[in-house]
């Protein structure tokens, strides 16, 4: 199985972008490790970026599971990236549409190179702290639902937030943008998913309402 927590299990189909809300960074290595695996075991182009210290517990997870990660990192079917700025704009700031543009230009390299599919995993707290508006972040979130899941790309996506650096209304946003989440030990299913147009619909509803409430005062 793709994605594996606490002995739970589920298949994940290409396309998909999953959110883990984790409270220890220490939570990531575990999850991502399994998701990687199967996508090498496939064929698969595979990167995880996060802090140096992420990355060296990702290793030691993936050489449990019997991956060979020296030889991967060779072959160019794993990359692994513990530096923020290839993924900021001018390797400075946050732009939601350059991190999407950039998992393109990584899936158009993985196929050209001839593989099957390409498999990333980003600590997005590391990523964009200091640098992203929650507006920026759910912009991310919703374009990478409406590019990949609409477009049944092959990609599987898994980004990890830390909750406790969340505010609570953008979490409950970040979950209405997934149909899989991982919180905690469990992975859980999202009931209230909307795709990135009915998202969007929703958005413009909600703008236009307070367009004609201003008028009517």
Same mark, same amino acid.
């Given at each position: 199985?793709?994605?594996?927590? !606490? ?13 883990? @809300? +984790?409270? =220890?960074?220490? &939570? ?14 496939? *064929?698969?182009?595979?990167? %995880? ?8 517990? @990702?290793? !030691? &997870? ?5 991956? /060979? #990660? /020296? &030889? @991967? ?8 990236? /513990?530096?923020?700025?290839? %993924?900021?704009?001018?390797? *400075?700031? %946050?732009?939601? +549409? ?12 993985? $196929?050209? &190179? ?8 980003? /600590? ?6 200091? $640098?992203?508006?929650? !507006? ?28 406790? =650096?969340? $505010?609570?209304?953008? #979490? #409950?946003?970040?979950? *209405?943008?997934?149909?899989?989440? #991982?919180?905690?030990?469990?992975? =859980?299913?999202?009931? +209230? ?5 009915? +998202? ?7 703008? *236009? ?9």
């Amino acid at each position: 199985m793709d994605l594996s927590v !606490e002995g739970k299990s589920e298949r994940i189909p290409p396309g998909s972008h999953i959110c883990q @809300l +984790y409270s =220890k960074v220490t &939570e990531i290595p575990g999850v991502t490790a399994r998701l990687l695996r199967v996508g090498l075991s496939l *064929k698969e182009k595979c990167l %995880f970026a996060a802090a140096p210290a992420q990355i060296q517990e @990702l290793r !030691e &997870e993936l050489e449990k599971l019997q991956v /060979d #990660v /020296d &030889e @991967l990192i060779a072959s160019g079917q794993l990359v692994l990236y /513990d530096e923020r700025d290839v %993924f900021l704009a001018n390797g *400075k700031r %946050f732009d939601p +549409y350059f991190l999407l543009s950039s998992h393109q230009t990584f899936i158009a390299q993985a $196929l050209r &190179e001839g593989w099957q599919a390409v498999r990333i995993s980003i /600590d997005m707290t590391w990523l964009s702290k200091d $640098l992203a508006t929650p !507006e920026q972040i759910l912009k991310y979130e919703a374009a990478s639902d409406a590019v990949f899941t609409f477009q049944n790309a092959p990609i599987i996506a898994l980004m990890h937030y830390d909750h406790s =650096k969340l $505010l609570p209304s953008l #979490v #409950v946003e970040m979950l *209405k943008l997934h149909p899989i989440s #991982v919180v905690g030990k469990y992975i =859980k299913r999202n009931p +209230y998913y909307l795709n990135s147009e009915q +998202y969007m619909l929703k958005i413009l509803r909600i703008n *236009k309402d307070k367009g004609n409430h201003s008028t009517s005062a």
